[in-house]
């Protein structure tokens, strides 16, 4: 205040060159006086945040989903990703301002489901599922995921869903009754025209269909997925896919280009719009053949196709097509859906999370059913590679799988977390490798933890380091001069430029899903304060530099753990707690330099250890 005043009176009654000069020779003495002199006051309250959430995003809506998985065999690193990539998006928005919901589930209906708890010695698929789905909700307690609704497509409020989504598209004209022949994979529970069949030979060589060398017994598979395809005729009901071809073009190219994300992969379908026209799609199967499915509305010896039925979850999510439609609240009570009070806003608002296998399904099947129906497409698909086992997609049918739930018990939760979001690209297929599983705990241990552990030393003493320089933080090039030596003064600057630029580019990169260089930007303020505290020696100090050089250091920790909550809630939190951050100030507001002027206390006792310790490695890859 005496300061600012003074600098009133001089800006307002000297000529120019005169005024810079006292204004710079009063900022010295203020500054000198100010090191001197200070002592720390206790505040009673804390600092209000520099930049609040955004009064645009306060209260906006967003919707994630997973696809949901088939409970066919127990889920494996490949599941976790998914829900991991939904879950930290989700807790990244909450933490943003918006109002967020969240749905995962199990798709429990058809012959893959069928086959595998006949196999399995059930009479019934119900009781398999039964078994298995609790399998999908173990890991996703186990791995943190936040779901707000499980969904399960044997739930009485998505049969209904599904049932309303069949009845609008038959009355609007799109559905059809006719007869099916072609080539069927039951792994995939769909059909592939004859260009991506080809027949495998016995010394592993290709036939493309159509070949004069081709025996009518041989193995057959599809190009897509590899998997094996039997030519099969039967009477099915048909959707009119092919009313859709151009429709759906318009809508991708030029009414929402960010619909499918990322854009390689919106090019891809794209090209497969332009290059081939639409077929109609088969959307039943005879009951005779598949028992184990909702029932065609119209006609219960048809059972209608996984697909139909599994896509529409995404709707039974925010209380079925006719709440979406109504935008009022379900009719079947359900503890999530019935509190939605304008479906309609959340559907438009939803974001689907896919990986690539499933990416036709949704980009083409899915809009074209909703068009058909007459309801808003969603928002956004963002389409991730897939995690490889012996260079193939890890998956529950090739058994090439990484149980998630072994690692998080031997490595926890967030380490996990950390490490799959550090080694996947979403647009690249990610190698699952335990070492660097391992290292990765070791580097938070060794890098995080130990900038930690050096704060919180009793030499220090960081709720005075943080009452002496919070309030100063804003001016950091004052601060340098209590250094001394210049290559402290110099890194000191070069991690106070790093702080200072932190969470509007871990906002950027977070906002694209680019989370390796998210997390990467981490690292490297991480790795710089540990630099500076090891240049600048504060246990060779004592007095404001010394708090200075403690403050800076504490303050990595506190921005870091915060801004990493949605990676790794619990350890960031823990971290937190541990240099006694209240809980009502880790929200981004609290991001800045000095954003939270009260928090240390008890810190610097001794006996108390850093939330996270060294496991070893247990050689198994
Ligand atoms: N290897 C993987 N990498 C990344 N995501 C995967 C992987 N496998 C499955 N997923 C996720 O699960 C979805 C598919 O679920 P599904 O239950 O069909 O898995 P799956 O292991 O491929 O099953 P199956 O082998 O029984 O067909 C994918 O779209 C993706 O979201």
């Not at 209904?160 to 072609?182: F, Q």
């Not at 071809?245 to 497969?272: G, V």
């Not at 694209?512 to 998210?518: M, P, Y």
């Not at 304060?529 to 530099?545: D, H, I, R, Y």
Request: with cysteine.
């Amino acid at each position: 205040m005496w300061g600012t005043s003074i600098r009133i009176v001089v800006a307002h009654s000297t000529p120019k060159g005169l005024r810079f000069w006292c204004i710079s020779l009063f900022r010295k003495i203020i500054n000198a006086s100010h090191f001197k002199s200070r002592k720390p006051v206790r505040r009673t309250s804390t600092m209000p945040p520099s930049r609040g959430v955004p009064a645009r995003l306060k209260g906006a809506l967003f919707h994630i989903t997973t696809p949901i998985f088939y409970p066919n065999a127990r889920p494996h690193l490949g599941h976790l990703y998914s829900s991991l990539l939904c879950d930290v998006t989700k807790r990244w928005r909450a933490m943003q301002g918006y109002n967020t919901l969240f749905t995962t589930g199990t798709d429990e209906h058809g012959l893959k489901i069928q086959n595998a708890s006949e196999k399995n010695g059930y009479s019934n698929p119900k009781q398999f599922v039964d078994v298995l789905y609790r399998e999908f909700v173990k890991l996703d307690q186990m791995a943190n995921i936040s779901y707000t609704r499980f969904i399960r497509t044997t739930d009485y409020d998505h049969v209904r869903a599904v049932r309303e989504l069949w009845n609008r598209c038959w009355e609007s004209g799109y559905i059809y009754k006719g007869e099916h022949e072609g080539w069927y994979s039951i792994s995939d529970e769909c059909f592939y025209p004859e260009s991506k069949v080809v027949q495998l030979q016995g010394d592993g060589q290709e036939l493309p269909f159509g070949s004069p060398e081709i025996r009518k017994d041989g193995k057959f598979i599809n190009t897509e997925t590899r998997n094996g395809v039997v030519y099969h005729s039967e009477t099915n009901y048909f959707f009119k896919l092919s009313s859709f071809q151009n429709r759906l073009l318009t809508f991708l190219e030029k009414e929402n280009p960010h619909f499918i994300s990322p854009p390689s992969r919106r090019d891809q379908i794209i090209n497969e719009l332009r290059g081939s026209k639409l077929r109609d799609l088969s959307i039943s199967r005879p009951s005779s053949r598949i028992k184990w499915g909702i029932d065609v509305p119209q006609d219960p010896s048809q059972k209608i196709y996984v697909w139909f039925d599994a896509l529409c979850n995404y709707l039974t999510s925010v209380g079925g097509l006719q709440a979406v439609l109504d935008n009022s609240p379900a009719a079947v009570k359900h503890t999530i859906t019935s509190q939605l009070k304008m479906p309609r806003n959340w559907w438009v608002n939803t974001t689907h999370i896919i990986g690539k296998d499933i990416a036709k399904f949704h980009a083409i099947y899915w809009p074209c059913f909703l068009m058909a129906a007459g309801i808003p497409l969603p928002k956004q698909i963002i389409v991730h590679g897939h995690w490889l086992s012996g260079g193939v997609k890890m998956s529950k049918s090739v058994g090439n799988v990484v149980d998630p739930l072994d690692m998080i018990l031997h490595y926890e939760c967030d380490p996990v977390r950390w490490y799959l979001l550090e080694n996947s690209h979403i647009e690249a297929d990610g190698d699952f490798r335990e070492e660097r599983l391992h290292a990765t705990r070791e580097q938070i241990v060794s890098k995080w933890g130990n900038l930690l552990n050096r704060c919180c030393s009793n030499k220090f003493n960081i709720p005075r380091a943080v009452e002496t320089f919070a309030s100063q933080a804003a001016n950091p090039e004052n601060n340098a001069a209590t250094l001394i030596g210049t290559e402290a003064q110099e890194s000191y600057r070069e991690l106070i430029q790093l702080l200072q630029t932190l969470p509007e580019l871990f906002s950027s990169h977070m906002r694209q899903l680019e989370t390796r260089s998210a997390l990467k930007l981490l690292w490297d303020v991480i790795g710089k304060a540990n630099a500076f505290v090891q240049t600048s020696t504060p246990w060779l100090k004592s007095g404001e530099e010394q708090d200075l050089i403690i403050f800076t250091a504490i303050e990595v920790v506190r921005i870091t753990s915060i801004l990493a909550q949605p990676i790794m809630p619990t350890l960031s939190n823990a971290l937190l707690d541990r240099i006694g951050v209240d809980t009502e100030n880790r929200d981004l507001s609290r991001t800045r330099l000095g954003a939270d002027t009260l928090y240390g206390k008890g810190s610097n006792d001794k006996g108390r250890e850093v939330p996270i310790k060294k496991v070893n490695f247990r050689g198994t890859t």
